[in-house]
C-alpha cells in the first residue's frame, strides 16, 4: 500500500474559505513534502518539513507534522480560485532516503 | 535557470513503435527521476540516478522500458516496443542530494505518450 495517502480524495470549497487535507504515512521519514500539480502540469514543490519540526508556514500555508502518529495536514488559508489543483504529500523515508514516496493526492476544487 | 526541460511535450505513435523521451535537468543537480502518471495509478517512480549512475530501476514496468543518463545533462527514457498501456504522463524531476536524504525535486512539465 502507499506510503503517503492523502485524506480526503476530492474537497470543494468556496472561495475564501479554509482548506484542510491530511497526509498518513507507515514509515520512518526524514522530511515530508507537500507538492501542487495544476491540472496539465508538473508537479510544484510547496513546502518541507523536517522530522523534527512540528509546525511551518509559508504565506498562506501551514503545514503540521505529528510523527509520533505518522501524519501531516496542509491548511491553506483563505482561499482562492487559483489554489485549484491537486495536492500531494512525499515523504523521504530514513531507508533508501534518496527517493520520494508521494501519495495519490488530494483534488481540490475552489468555488467562486 | 531554465528548469528542467523535456521533449517532446507530446508524442502519438502506433503499437510497436520506438519511443523516445527526453530530459534536461537543472545545472547542478545531481538526481534524476523519471515518473509515469496515470488516473489509474496515480504517479509512479519508474527509475532514479545519482551522478549519472542508475540507483533503482525497480519501479520499471518491464523489459520493454530503459534509461540513460550519459551525462549530468542528459538523460532518456525509452520504451520498445511501445504498447497501449504505455500511455500516459511521463515526468522528469531533479535535485541536489544532499546528506541525510531527499531535499525538494524540480519537475519538468512532462511528456504526454498517446500509444494507439
Known amino acids: 500500500s502507499q506510503q503517503g495517502e492523502e485524506d480526503p480524495q476530492a474537497l470543494s470549497i468556496q472561495e475564501g474559505e479554509n482548506a484542510t487535507m491530511n497526509c498518513s504515512y507507515k514509515t520512518s ?20 518539513i523536517r522530522s523534527n519540526e ?19 495536514s496542509l ?12 495536492y500531494f504529500c512525499a515523504t523521504a523515508v530514513i531507508q533508501g532516503a534518496q527517493k520520494l514516496v508521494f501519495g495519490q493526492g488530494t483534488r481540490l476544487t475552489i468555488n467562486p | 535557470d531554465a528548469g528542467v526541460i523535456q521533449s517532446p511535450r507530446h508524442e502519438v505513435t502506433e503499437m510497436g513503435q520506438e519511443v523516445t523521451l527526453r530530459c534536461k535537468p537543472i545545472s547542478g543537480h545531481n538526481s534524476l527521476f523519471w515518473y ?27 523489459d520493454r522500458f ?22 500516459a504522463v511521463y515526468f522528469c524531476a531533479s535535485s541536489k542530494l544532499v546528506a541525510g536524504g531527499q531535499e525538494t525535486q524540480y519537475f519538468g512539465p512532462g511528456t504526454r505518450l498517446l500509444v494507439l
Open chain 2, 66 to 87: 530503459s534509461a540513460k543518463m550519459p551525462n549530468a545533462s542528459f538523460s532518456t527514457l525509452k520504451i520498445q516496443p511501445s504498447e497501449p498501456r504505455d500511455s
Open chain 1, 75 to 86: 491548511l491553506i488559508t483563505a482561499s482562492r480560485a487559483a489554489d485549484t489543483a491537486s
Open chain 1, 29 to 48: 521519514i526524514n522530511n515530508l513534502q507537500w507538492y501542487r500539480q495544476n491540472s496539465g502540469r508538473g508537479l510544484v514543490h510547496l513546502i518541507l
Open chain 1, 54 to 72: 512540528r509546525e511551518k508556514h509559508s504565506g498562506r500555508l501551514r503545514v503540521t507534522l505529528d510523527t509520533s502518529k505518522k501524519s501531516s
Open chain 2, 36 to 62: 509515469r502518471q496515470t488516473m489509474m495509478r496515480g504517479l509512479e517512480l519508474l527509475i532514479y540516478f545519482n551522478n549519472n549512475v542508475p540507483i533503482d530501476d525497480s519501479g520499471m514496468p518491464e
